[in-house]
């Protein structure tokens, strides 16, 4: 019998919740940005895998994690509290020629309309400008209308509709200058 050595890896477990009687209402001033811990790393894929599309297509955090763990140089986490929050992915190169590509961009559901979604946008479109990009790119379910609705409020537009490589449903390809 051959035996097979199993990395033991990155424990994942549920992500922290901050104390939420002591959060402001506006959370922007509050949020600090850091590349992420391997810790950091199994609090964004908990946060990755019970967010959508990932939870409605089964992805367990398991499967977050080994997908983050290709994405971390471009992973950015924003913590309150010292706990994750949220975080923004953003590659040099995507679908849109001389684009940087934010390929996610996630925060807490209990967390929403306080300011830290803003927060974490203007985050990646500020790594965009460090990597002297000019325009930057994301895709977006159209059925996803506040997603869709958030974009169109911080400037971008619709260049395309593509197919989804992984789902083969429709998405909004938006982009918008730096």
Do not use: C
């Amino acid at each position: 019998m051959t035996m097979k050595r199993v990395d033991p890896g990155v424990e994942v477990a549920a992500i922290p919740v901050p104390d939420m009687a002591n959060l402001p209402n506006d959370l922007a001033p509050a949020v600090k940005f850091s590349v992420p811990t391997d810790e950091d790393l199994a609090s964004v894929a908990a946060l990755r895998s019970s967010s959508e599309p990932w939870k409605s297509r089964g992805e367990t955090m398991e499967d977050s994690l080994k997908s983050l763990t290709a994405l971390k140089p471009f992973i950015h986490v924003a913590k309150v509290q010292n706990q994750v929050v949220g975080y923004v992915t953003v590659e040099r190169d995507g679908p849109v020629p001389g684009a940087a590509y934010m390929r996610n961009i996630v925060v807490r559901p209990e967390l929403r309309r306080r300011g830290l979604g803003q927060a974490v946008l203007n985050q990646g479109l500020q790594v965009a400008r460090d990597m002297f990009r000019k325009t930057i790119a994301l895709r977006v379910d159209p059925a996803n209308a506040p997603a869709v609705s958030f974009y169109r409020n911080a400037g971008f537009t619709t260049v395309a509709t593509v197919v989804s490589k992984k789902s083969g449903k429709l998405r909004l390809l938006m982009s918008r200058e730096l």
